[in-house]
């Protein structure tokens, strides 16, 4: 093997390498369960501020023995300032769909809708205005799923 | 093996293994086989946060807040401060003049509001007092109410212990139907006019219509989670 192949392989070890980091070293911040779809376990991976706006990413995982449908509208997705009381929707683009992903259609402002067979799992990623009160902590909603309570934001 | 190394290379970068499969992928595929896609971390577009900021900018100072409904506070569980310590729920406690204690909430309410005489049918102006205990009960997500019946002494002692049953019953049962309060944490029972909380007669043996008044009501007994 010539010493340009070893370094293309070594190139391909290391992305291969850190693709599997992404999928399963994943940091989980709280794990939350779906009310309605058995098997259905959500995950909060990530949560990061810039510029005034919270991006939350998740990771739901099917622990099911069969595959599970799972359907998102963003629209009734929010994060909440326990302490003064507030809610806050999702930020919406000009079009009037929600900076969130990934979304199956448009409907109602974008929906996840996808079906996630026994085992696997999908990420799904949204974006809040940060809370105008600057909470310490706050509750993040998504429908059918057990609210995330308490979850810390970075100053 | 050069020219295979590049083809394994752009199929790792292009391939299903790829994470950058996030985004509104709407595609008109359906959902069911979009799962065998590895997607497990999306990456998002990188227009994303410029769209987040203008849309933020538009919503101006207080950034799109919404008070927090009793409603939603109920629904949530508010296992961690959001409901039960919150002024809404604070100002309806004080309201119907509840009685805390550590472990439970008590909610004393005047049987002449609730019923009309003889009969235990709710009054719809008592709706109103009975949605705030519905409220409560949710707020806390209790996991035990008794509701119980309580009469004057006037009348025959088994009538009024099934008078004061039937009464307690309509309370759970507007609870259930009106406030979306689960049946099976609700207990009745009907006491009758052996617990009262004032004396139905003067200590002259005149009649004390005041005491009896205070003694129809119904108690509910709400355990805190």
């Given at each position: 093997?010539?010493?340009?192949s070893?370094?293309?392989?070594?190139?391909?070890?290391?992305g291969?390498?850190?693709?599997?980091?992404l999928f399963?070293g994943?940091?989980?911040?709280?794990?939350?369960s779906?009310?309605t779809?058995?098997g259905?376990?959500?995950?909060l991976?990530?949560?990061?501020?810039q510029?005034n706006?919270?991006?939350?990413?998740?990771?739901?995982?099917?622990?099911?023995?069969?595959?599970?449908?799972?359907?998102?509208?963003?629209?009734d997705?929010?994060?909440?300032?326990?302490?003064?009381q507030?809610?806050?929707?999702?930020l919406k683009?000009?079009?009037g769909?929600?900076?969130?992903?990934?979304?199956?259609?448009?409907?109602?402002g974008?929906?996840?809708?996808y079906?996630?067979?026994?085992?696997?799992?999908m990420?799904l990623?949204?974006?809040?205005?940060q809370?105008?009160?600057?909470?310490a902590?706050?509750?993040?909603?998504?429908?059918?799923?057990?609210?995330?309570?308490?979850v810390?934001?970075?100053? | 093996?050069?020219?295979?190394?590049?083809?394994?290379?752009?199929?790792?970068?292009?391939?299903?293994l790829c994470?950058?499969?996030?985004?509104?992928?709407?595609?008109?595929v359906?959902?069911?086989?979009?799962?065998g896609?590895n997607a497990?971390?999306?990456?998002?577009p990188?227009d994303?946060q410029?769209?987040?900021?203008?849309?933020?900018?538009?919503?101006?100072?207080?950034?799109?807040?919404?008070?927090?409904?009793f409603?939603?506070a109920?629904?949530?569980?508010v296992s961690?401060?959001?409901?039960?310590?919150s002024?809404?729920?604070?100002?309806?406690l004080k309201?119907?003049?509840?009685?805390?204690?550590?472990?439970?909430?008590?909610?004393?309410l005047?049987?002449?509001i609730?019923f009309?005489?003889?009969?235990?049918?709710?009054?719809?102006?008592?709706e109103?007092?009975?949605?705030k205990v519905?409220d409560?009960?949710k707020a806390?997500?209790?996991p035990g109410?008794?509701?119980?019946?309580?009469?004057?002494?006037?009348?025959?002692?088994d009538?009024?212990q099934k008078l004061?049953l039937?009464?307690?019953?309509?309370?759970?049962?507007?609870?259930?139907k009106?406030?979306?309060?689960?049946?099976?944490?609700m207990?009745?029972?009907g006491?009758?006019?052996?617990?009262?909380?004032a004396?139905?007669?003067?200590?002259d043996g005149?009649?004390?219509?005041?005491?009896?008044q205070?003694?129809?009501r119904?108690?509910?007994?709400?355990?805190k989670?």
């Open positions: 093997m010539s010493p340009r070893k370094k293309i392989l070594a190139f391909l070890g290391t291969l390498l850190f693709s599997a980091g399963f994943q940091e989980v911040i709280q794990t939350q779906h009310n779809v058995e259905i376990e959500a995950d991976t990530s949560l990061e501020i510029n706006i919270v991006t939350v990413k998740f990771k739901l995982r099917n622990t099911a023995a069969e595959k599970q449908n799972v359907t998102i509208q963003f629209k997705c929010y994060i909440m300032d326990e302490v003064n507030k809610k806050y929707y999702g683009d000009t079009d769909l929600f900076i969130a992903g990934p979304a199956y259609d448009d409907q109602n974008g929906r996840f809708w079906g996630i067979q026994a085992g696997k799992s990420g990623w949204i974006k809040f205005p809370p105008a009160d600057n909470p902590s706050i509750t993040i909603s998504l429908p059918g799923v057990s609210p995330f309570e308490s810390k934001l970075a100053k | 093996m050069k020219s295979l190394a590049w083809a394994a290379l752009l199929a790792f970068c292009f391939g299903p994470p950058l499969s996030g985004g509104r992928a709407h595609s008109g359906d959902p069911a086989l979009q799962s896609k497990e971390d999306p990456v998002i990188a994303a410029e769209k987040a900021i203008l849309a933020l900018k538009a919503l101006g100072a207080n950034r799109g807040a919404r008070a927090i409904s409603e939603t109920g629904i949530l569980g961690k401060g959001v409901g039960f310590d002024k809404q729920v604070q100002k309806t309201e119907l003049e509840a009685k805390e204690t550590k472990t439970t909430i008590q909610i004393d005047s049987g002449d609730l009309d005489f003889d009969k235990w049918d709710i009054r719809p102006d008592a109103a007092t009975l949605k519905g409560i009960i806390y997500r209790s109410v008794l509701i119980s019946g309580h009469s004057d002494s006037k009348g025959e002692d009538y009024n004061s039937k009464r307690a019953e309509s309370v759970r049962d507007w609870l259930v009106n406030a979306g309060v689960e049946a099976g944490i207990r009745t029972e006491f009758g006019e052996t617990k009262p909380v004396p139905n007669a003067n200590p005149s009649d004390n219509p005041a005491g009896r205070k003694n129809r119904v108690e509910i007994l709400i355990k989670r």
